[in-house]
Structure formats: structure tokens, C-alpha cells
């Protein structure tokens, strides 16, 4: 990625974090980052172009601090362990991307055009996550009866909610991590399709 096209998507994001994609204005974004604003519709088309593009750079920054501290004595499970914690930190670079992140999903809800690169990003965390999910299932860290993809949905859904309440102060950074790793001891342990176990399911078969 060049230099410039870089501190374009810094200054995105930042922008996005900081008033919203409605307060999204294309010539503050090219002013932040130095650029014109001919060179920014150079790199991105339109306005979707470059939500489209700070989305992916939000995502690659994720990953980046996710995958921080790794150490090659880690257990599998330590690692999907810390992957998911990573979501929620008081360090300013993680804030302005969760701030990001929920406010493009937020937006999604009424902004067609987001929806698809919004899924497509997501699908990207997801798979991250089930693929940490199999390994630690290939060392018997995790039962082997959780469907790692539903798994990861799940949990990438519950980070999602928790940061959004994070965020809006509602509860604190250390709160947030605790309710996220009690969800992991819980869920990783124990498989996610019930149905068979369920009262109310097996009540409703039996009247049928």
C-alpha cells in the first residue's frame, strides 16, 4: 500500500470514529491527509469506494493488534483466547477502530450500498476465528462437538454487542473483558446446537 493511499485510509477511519459517516466530507479527509482531492477520487471511485476501502484497512489493523504478543509456547486456545480480547482495549488506535466498525455497521442498516463489503469483512473475522477454533479443537483444547463456524459467529456477534456497550461507557474495558471471557469458558466448552437437549423443542415435537 503507498504512503498516500495509506494516510487516506488513516484519516477515514479516523474521520468515521470521530463524527460518523454522515460527517464524512471528502475534502476534510483529503486535508487530514495531506492529499488532494482529485488524488483521493483517483485511488477511490466515489464515496462508497472509500467506506469500501476503509473498511478493509480497519479490518487489516484488527488483525494486526489481535495477533499481538503471540508467542510460539502458546496454547491454541490462548491464542483464539486472545484474538477475541484483542476487540476491546483502552489503547486509542483499538478505540477509533471499534468506534469505526460500529458505526459502519450501524450504518449498513440503512446504507444498501455498505451491506455487502460489510459482509464480506465480517466473513473475513469469522473465518479467522473458526480456523483458531479447529486448532485448538486439533490439540483437545476445545470439545470437538462445536461447530467451529456457527462458533465463531457467535462469539464474533457477542464481541460486536459488548464493544457497543463498551463504548457508550455503559460498562468499563475490564467488565467488558470479563463478561467475554466467562462467554468463551462457557461456550467453547459445550456444543452449540442443543436441540436435542432442549425442553421446549422436544415439547413441540411431541405435540406435533
Not at 470514529?17 to 483529503?30: C, E, T
Not at 478505540?95 to 451491506?115: D, G, I, K, P, Q
Request: charged share 30%.
Amino acid at each position: 500500500m503507498s504512503e498516500r493511499r495509506d494516510a487516506i485510509l488513516k484519516a477515514s477511519a479516523t474521520a468515521i470514529a470521530q463524527r460518523g459517516i454522515r460527517g464524512l466530507r471528502v475534502n476534510d479527509v483529503a486535508e487530514v491527509a495531506g492529499v488532494s482531492p482529485g488524488l483521493l477520487y483517483y485511488h477511490f471511485k466515489d464515496r462508497i469506494g472509500l467506506l469500501e476501502a476503509a473498511l478493509n484497512y480497519i479490518n487489516d489493523r484488527a488483525r494486526d493488534y489481535r495477533s499481538e504478543g503471540e508467542g510460539s509456547a502458546d496454547s491454541a486456545r490462548d491464542r483464539l483466547t486472545r484474538s477475541l480480547l484483542g476487540e476491546i482495549q483502552d489503547r486509542p488506535e483499538v478505540v477509533e477502530n471499534s468506534l469505526a466498525w460500529n458505526e459502519l455497521r450501524a450504518s449498513a442498516v440503512y446504507e444498501e450500498a455498505l451491506r455487502e463489503p460489510l459482509a464480506r469483512t465480517t466473513a473475513a473475522w469469522v473465518a479467522e476465528i473458526a480456523d483458531a477454533i479447529t486448532q485448538a479443537q486439533a490439540t483437545g483444547e476445545i470439545s470437538p462437538s462445536l461447530d467451529p463456524r456457527r462458533t465463531a459467529v457467535t462469539m464474533t456477534a457477542l464481541v460486536e454487542g459488548l464493544s457497543g456497550r463498551w463504548l457508550c461507557k455503559e460498562i468499563s474495558t475490564d467488565d467488558a473483558r470479563s463478561h467475554l471471557l466467562g462467554a468463551i469458558d462457557v461456550v467453547m466448552s459445550e456444543p452449540t446446537d442443543r436441540t436435542t437437549d432442549n425442553p421446549v423443542t422436544t415439547r413441540t415435537k411431541e405435540q406435533r
